[in-house]
């Protein structure tokens, strides 16, 4: 290996102007975590929704569901990204293609919300994994207590099938962190972008992207840290995840 | 009579050897004569540098270049057969894979710069190219002051977008620059209007244009953002031997005129594989250049 390592590299200053080069990286993470923020409780809220119309009794519900999933899941992220960024504005009518285009940080809204929807197809599957996974009896129960559909959704069966879920979900979770790194393809600079161009600028290829790596794990290790102490929080004694 | 042979062969190779001991060969040189091969890194897309043609070959005015200075090598090894072999690279992955010896020479068009001059070492200059915009002719975009307050996309990681910064800031411009992840994805936000301008290397801009749907729609600007920065190939640092070879070389090609004819074959005629025409005469700092080949990463020593 001819390589000329420079572990300082991080605290020299980085051409953008903008501080150091660490700096530069920080501003990255900063951004993939408000990425991955967002585009999470996206993906929750309508996950939470087409799950739920998967399973319900109504036939058009479900079709609705199966469709949104298929779509949503069959196509690669990228492919998706690239899609509402570039080619959506082109079909809508020119005035409200050009409002969109010139949004104020359009790539931060585009990536949020693409992959917040393409991560909602897959908490879709695991919601509904989790209400098909109860008891039959849990829903003839609850019907039989006069409790309507909506009722028996909201306070018999979801509180069972999140608790089934949360671990799963907590892999989605890193997912969707990791997924931000897509959205470079649509000019958004977040952890691996700024990494990128780091190493364009200085050339220092290992230690970019070694620093950009252990960011990575680190928010990823605070996150299945919080996960557990969540599913700890919420277990009640005697059901599936308590003790 | 086969085991005198042997022996005979390995005093050969001992004596050999010896006469060699005067100019002990070292590092790149020396891998190249032990394997009988060189590798050349090619880039895929950067018309007419280093691109693929047609027949998914690398072709360009920096491959050329490279083939010259593979004879060069030959000649100094006094070998009978070199084989080259070309390993695709891109920006990312060239700096790993000229440390770890998988490419001996990185044909492309990237640019020499002081910071980069830290980790690798680049030969005599083969190009000059200064960062300017391009725009479309209905936006109306006259000089740089015309982009106050507009958007403007440059491809992130390059010296281009850190210029477009600088300006933004010391003249108080306004204006919203977006980082892009590579030229192709730069240059399709000002054709579906996300960005007024693209500031990027004139001669990538030149491409990019040709090559585009509708040609005639574009403009590339007057003013630009830095005076004319050296591309150069770039090879392994502090391999002082394989440096001495490659610059006597690229040095002879355009001293002896011979770095002109390429030229002429790849800016000013049509090229593979769409019969596009860049139609860009040489410039005077690259004319200066071939009369006195340096390697300089500094753009003021170019005039």
Same mark, same amino acid.
């Given at each position: 290996m001819n390589y000329n390592w420079n572990w300082n590299i991080f605290f020299q200053p980085n051409p953008m102007g903008t501080g150091t080069y660490l700096d530069m990286l920080l501003s990255g993470l900063a951004l993939t975590i408000k990425t991955a923020l967002l585009a999470w409780i996206i993906a929750l809220v309508f996950g939470s929704i087409i799950g739920v119309l998967r399973t319900l009794p109504s036939r058009a519900a479900s079709w609705i569901g199966f469709a949104y999933v298929e779509f949503f899941r069959n196509m690669p992220l990228l492919v998706q990204l690239f899609l509402w960024f570039f080619v959506l504005p082109e079909l809508l009518p020119r005035a409200a293609g050009l409002w969109l285009k010139q949004l104020p940080n359009a790539p931060f809204w585009t990536a949020a919300i693409g992959v917040g929807l393409f991560m909602s197809a897959r908490v879709a599957v695991q919601l509904a994994a989790g209400v098909s996974s109860l008891p039959r009896g849990q829903k003839q129960a609850a019907t039989a207590l006069g409790l309507t559909t909506v009722q028996s959704y909201r306070y018999v069966l979801l509180p069972m099938a999140y608790r089934i879920i949360l671990p799963p979900l907590t892999s989605e979770f890193l997912n969707t962190i990791k997924n931000t790194a897509v959205a470079i393809t649509i000019g958004l600079l977040e952890l691996t972008g700024q990494a990128r161009a780091m190493q364009e600028f200085s050339f220092q290829v290992f230690e970019a992207f070694t620093a950009a790596t252990v960011m990575y794990l680190l928010i990823n290790i605070v996150v299945v840290t919080a996960m557990r102490f969540l599913e700890r929080w919420v277990a009640i004694s005697g059901y599936i995840s308590g003790k | 009579m086969k085991r005198i042979h042997v022996v005979s062969l390995a005093l050969a190779a001992a004596l050999g050897a010896s006469q060699a001991g005067a100019q002990e060969l070292t590092g790149t040189l020396k891998s190249i004569k032990e394997s009988g091969s060189i590798t050349l890194g090619h880039r895929d /897309? /950067?018309?007419? *540098?280093s691109y693929l043609d047609d027949a998914q070959k690398p072709v360009g005015y920096a491959m050329d270049i490279c083939y010259k200075i593979v004879d060069a090598v030959k000649k100094e090894l006094k070998l009978d057969k070199l084989e080259v072999k070309l390993t695709p690279v891109t920006s990312a992955t060239r700096i790993p894979l000229m440390a770890n010896g998988t490419i001996d020479l990185e044909c492309g068009s990237t640019t020499n710069n002081a910071e980069r001059q830290k980790q690798v070492s680049f030969t005599n200059t083969h190009f000059l190219t200064a960062s300017r915009y391009v725009t479309k002719k209905a936006s109306k975009i006259e000089k740089i002051d015309d982009l106050k307050g507009k958007s403007v996309v440059s491809t992130a990681g390059t010296t281009n977008i850190k210029q477009l910064t600088e300006a933004n800031a010391a003249r108080n411009l306004n204006i919203n620059i977006i980082p892009a992840k590579d030229h192709a994805e730069a240059f399709l936000m000002v054709e579906t209007d996300r960005a007024v301008a693209f500031v990027m290397d004139d001669i990538l801009l030149s491409s990019l244009v040709a090559g585009s =749907? +509708?040609? !005639? %729609?574009y403009v590339i600007s007057k %003013? +630009? *953002?830095?005076k004319p920065e050296p591309y150069g190939i770039m090879l392994r640092k502090d391999d002082a031997p394989f440096k001495k070879v490659v610059d006597a070389a690229t040095a002879a090609v355009y001293t002896g005129g011979e770095g002109a004819k390429i030229y002429d074959k790849w800016f000013t005629q049509k090229i593979p594989? =769409? !019969?596009?025409?860049?139609a860009t005469p040489i410039s005077a700092e690259l004319k200066n250049q071939y009369a006195k080949p340096s390697d300089s990463p500094d753009p003021d020593a170019y005039k």
């Amino acid at each position: 290996m001819n390589y000329n390592w420079n572990w300082n590299i991080f605290f020299q200053p980085n051409p953008m102007g903008t501080g150091t080069y660490l700096d530069m990286l920080l501003s990255g993470l900063a951004l993939t975590i408000k990425t991955a923020l967002l585009a999470w409780i996206i993906a929750l809220v309508f996950g939470s929704i087409i799950g739920v119309l998967r399973t319900l009794p109504s036939r058009a519900a479900s079709w609705i569901g199966f469709a949104y999933v298929e779509f949503f899941r069959n196509m690669p992220l990228l492919v998706q990204l690239f899609l509402w960024f570039f080619v959506l504005p082109e079909l809508l009518p020119r005035a409200a293609g050009l409002w969109l285009k010139q949004l104020p940080n359009a790539p931060f809204w585009t990536a949020a919300i693409g992959v917040g929807l393409f991560m909602s197809a897959r908490v879709a599957v695991q919601l509904a994994a989790g209400v098909s996974s109860l008891p039959r009896g849990q829903k003839q129960a609850a019907t039989a207590l006069g409790l309507t559909t909506v009722q028996s959704y909201r306070y018999v069966l979801l509180p069972m099938a999140y608790r089934i879920i949360l671990p799963p979900l907590t892999s989605e979770f890193l997912n969707t962190i990791k997924n931000t790194a897509v959205a470079i393809t649509i000019g958004l600079l977040e952890l691996t972008g700024q990494a990128r161009a780091m190493q364009e600028f200085s050339f220092q290829v290992f230690e970019a992207f070694t620093a950009a790596t252990v960011m990575y794990l680190l928010i990823n290790i605070v996150v299945v840290t919080a996960m557990r102490f969540l599913e700890r929080w919420v277990a009640i004694s005697g059901y599936i995840s308590g003790k | 009579m086969k085991r005198i042979h042997v022996v005979s062969l390995a005093l050969a190779a001992a004596l050999g050897a010896s006469q060699a001991g005067a100019q002990e060969l070292t590092g790149t040189l020396k891998s190249i004569k032990e394997s009988g091969s060189i590798t050349l890194g090619h880039r895929d /897309s /950067s018309i007419p *540098f280093s691109y693929l043609d047609d027949a998914q070959k690398p072709v360009g005015y920096a491959m050329d270049i490279c083939y010259k200075i593979v004879d060069a090598v030959k000649k100094e090894l006094k070998l009978d057969k070199l084989e080259v072999k070309l390993t695709p690279v891109t920006s990312a992955t060239r700096i790993p894979l000229m440390a770890n010896g998988t490419i001996d020479l990185e044909c492309g068009s990237t640019t020499n710069n002081a910071e980069r001059q830290k980790q690798v070492s680049f030969t005599n200059t083969h190009f000059l190219t200064a960062s300017r915009y391009v725009t479309k002719k209905a936006s109306k975009i006259e000089k740089i002051d015309d982009l106050k307050g507009k958007s403007v996309v440059s491809t992130a990681g390059t010296t281009n977008i850190k210029q477009l910064t600088e300006a933004n800031a010391a003249r108080n411009l306004n204006i919203n620059i977006i980082p892009a992840k590579d030229h192709a994805e730069a240059f399709l936000m000002v054709e579906t209007d996300r960005a007024v301008a693209f500031v990027m290397d004139d001669i990538l801009l030149s491409s990019l244009v040709a090559g585009s =749907k +509708a040609p !005639g %729609d574009y403009v590339i600007s007057k %003013d +630009a *953002f830095s005076k004319p920065e050296p591309y150069g190939i770039m090879l392994r640092k502090d391999d002082a031997p394989f440096k001495k070879v490659v610059d006597a070389a690229t040095a002879a090609v355009y001293t002896g005129g011979e770095g002109a004819k390429i030229y002429d074959k790849w800016f000013t005629q049509k090229i593979p594989p =769409k !019969g596009l025409n860049l139609a860009t005469p040489i410039s005077a700092e690259l004319k200066n250049q071939y009369a006195k080949p340096s390697d300089s990463p500094d753009p003021d020593a170019y005039k």
